[in-house]
């Protein structure tokens, strides 16, 4: 149950590895929801993660389930971690904190049991140094730690990839 940060160069395979924590834990009869934090707007992201109620703002015309609460029981993985803005980062420490979150627009508390996995191709540490990243959510975030070294630098990887890519691809 422990919050996981997969480290390492882009295309390493860091949501391979999430999706192996996943399979591998207990959780792994429940969901494992992905969001990609780079790809979104902060506000985008906020409904999101958290969701929204109608009305809440031009477009919602009904209430949406955020994936934290889809997370509910599973996993929820955010790739790309160090993307986030400085006011999402204290909402997600927040969110961390009490394992609650209320959806945009909504006034209800909503509870939600979930593991936190993380990737990252930047270096976190090196971005709470220079105060681009909060402190607390680093640590918080940080309890285990797994880097995934590039292809080039595990060769003895590549027979077993070419094989299962050979075997995928090609028709006997």
Excluded: W
């Amino acid at each position: 149950n422990a919050s996981v940060i997969i480290t390492g160069e882009s295309g390493t395979g860091k949501e391979l590895v999430a999706r192996a924590i996943h399979a591998n834990s207990s959780r792994r009869f429940f969901p494992m929801v992905s969001v990609h934090c780079g790809a979104l707007t902060e506000s985008l992201l906020e409904s999101e993660l958290f969701g929204h109620e109608k009305g809440a703002f031009t477009g919602a015309v009904y209430n949406r389930k955020g994936r934290f609460e889809m997370a509910d029981n599973g996993t929820i993985f955010l790739d790309e971690i160090a993307t986030i803005s400085a006011k999402m980062q204290v909402e997600l420490l927040r969110v961390l904190e009490t394992k609650s979150f209320v959806r945009v627009g909504g006034t209800k508390e909503i509870k939600s049991d979930f593991r936190v996995i993380c990737a990252t191709n930047r270096d976190l540490k090196n971005m709470v140094d220079k105060g681009l990243f909060r402190e607390d959510l680093y640590y918080r975030l940080n309890v285990v730690n797994i880097h995934v070294p590039p292809l080039r630098e595990r060769m003895e990887d590549i027979p077993l990839l070419a094989e299962y890519f050979a075997g995928k691809y090609c028709t006997a």
